[in-house]
């Protein structure tokens, strides 16, 4: 072939293609590597730089193209796959959204997502335990280290992440206080005490045969117990308890707002022990708050009918 004939570069459609062809296994394996980097030094937690990792990964998978070659209409594919073939709740969908928004525009400096609309989420009512069902759950529980467990979980609405995590130079027993650290959104918060669980935890971690920086760790080890063993406390109890809702360590923590609620504590400072950003999520409980609404006189009762 005449050197001069020789095709050096590709036609411009040849390059096209090649930029819009999907990126090779181990180009995108870097590329989720260093969205990684990006979400942890943007403060990210572990789990949540975990599930947009997986998200964005899921999606360059699913566009097969290179990042810099995808367009709106390709996201928007995404999410209604997901939404057709994956059944994925809206809740999800967002979830999605909000990983494929920071990866294209604070990672990528590309506007693709910013106009997509946020799916809206379905509002359920948590599920609340009435007192008597909370009593009968804490008696269920016949281990010490386990009822400590539940019992902080209502009497101070701390997340299960938070009690997992939870360190012994955090608690301030003789004050009934402690500090959560690096709870959601990285921030850090005061919860309160309750004065008979402070009792007991003195005695229980004075007792520990393995001495641990965490309040709640593992029988051999120092090692503090995982968010799943907490779960499987919290459902075993309630089995044993006879109670027919779906009891989770956060409906504990759903438990200690709205009773705080109908006890007539102000719902700031509830918004301030549950660590919420906006009063908006704690307002919430006052739509669960039964005890308040049974305290309405219907009008018909206000009226004589002869």
Known sequence: MDEKNTPLQGTGAEQNAEAAAGPAPENTAKTAERFRQELLITGYSPR???TYTMYVKEFLAFAKKKPEACSRQ????????KKENGNASNATLSLVLASLRFFFKEFLKMGIVEEIKRPKKAKYLPT????????SLIKAIKKKRNRLIVELLYSSGVRVSECVKMKVINIDTKERIARVKGGKGNK???IIL???????????LGGKKVPSEFVFSKKTTADPL???TVQRIVRKAAKE?????????????HSFATHLLEGGENIRKIQELLGHSNLSTTQIYTAVSTEQLKKVESPLDKIKIR
């Open 48 to 50: 949540t730089m975990e």
């Open 194 to 204: 309750s004065k008979e669980w402070c009792k007991k935890t003195q005695k229980y």
């Open 188 to 190: 850090d918060r005061v």
């Open 241 to 253: 308890a006879g109670i027919q809702k779906k009891v989770t360590p956060h409906s504990l923590r």
């Open 128 to 135: 609340t335990l009435t007192v008597p069902e909370v009593i």
């Open 226 to 228: 995982s968010v799943d």
């Open 74 to 81: 390709d996201v928007v594919s995404f999410l209604a796959h």
